[in-house]
């Protein structure tokens, strides 16, 4: 009895792991992401899609509804250096050598994203610790 228990334990915990990763192709682990793809950010189904289009880098954050949370402002060509990283604070860090650099900064008071252009470096001095290791060549 105790073997079927843990088996439908098993399976259970299988299936709910496996609809937790809706579209996903790839489990975000803490790195900066550098190839297109969908990418599960959070346990509660928020999303990273990055798509290569006509030669630029599109790039939407969707939470576990479907809802687009943020989209790409700015044109990024797909031939030049670029990076995301995804922080402690849910906020979303934009790294592009041809554009310069951004902060999809989260509004917990608000709600929503808040976009924040950095030009070409990212300003040391704002920048929450956790992220100062993953975004290194794009720090002044």
Same mark, same amino acid.
């Given at each position: 009895m105790k073997m079927i228990i843990n088996? %439908?334990?098993l399976i259970l915990l299988a299936t709910i792991a496996l609809s937790c990763?809706?579209? !996903?192709?790839?489990i975000?682990?803490?790195s900066t992401i550098g190839d297109p793809g969908k990418y599960q950010l959070t346990d509660n189904g928020l999303m990273l899609v990055i798509s290569i289009d006509n030669g630029l880098v599109r790039y *939407?954050? %969707?939470?576990s509804l479907g809802n687009i949370l943020l989209k790409n402002?700015?044109? %990024? @060509?797909?031939?030049?250096?670029? !990076?995301f990283y995804f922080d402690q604070h *849910?906020?979303?860090w934009v790294m592009s050598s041809d554009i @310069?650099? !951004?902060?999809?900064k989260k509004d917990t008071n608000r709600g929503g994203y808040e976009y924040i252009i950095m030009d070409y470096l990212f300003d040391k001095s704002i920048i929450p610790e956790d992220v100062h290791t993953h975004v290194g060549g794009f720090i002044k």
């Amino acid at each position: 009895m105790k073997m079927i228990i843990n088996r %439908i334990l098993l399976i259970l915990l299988a299936t709910i792991a496996l609809s937790c990763t809706r579209d !996903a192709d790839k489990i975000w682990k803490g790195s900066t992401i550098g190839d297109p793809g969908k990418y599960q950010l959070t346990d509660n189904g928020l999303m990273l899609v990055i798509s290569i289009d006509n030669g630029l880098v599109r790039y *939407e954050m %969707i939470d576990s509804l479907g809802n687009i949370l943020l989209k790409n402002q700015r044109n %990024i @060509g797909v031939y030049q250096k670029w !990076a995301f990283y995804f922080d402690q604070h *849910e906020s979303l860090w934009v790294m592009s050598s041809d554009i @310069g650099n !951004a902060w999809w900064k989260k509004d917990t008071n608000r709600g929503g994203y808040e976009y924040i252009i950095m030009d070409y470096l990212f300003d040391k001095s704002i920048i929450p610790e956790d992220v100062h290791t993953h975004v290194g060549g794009f720090i002044k």
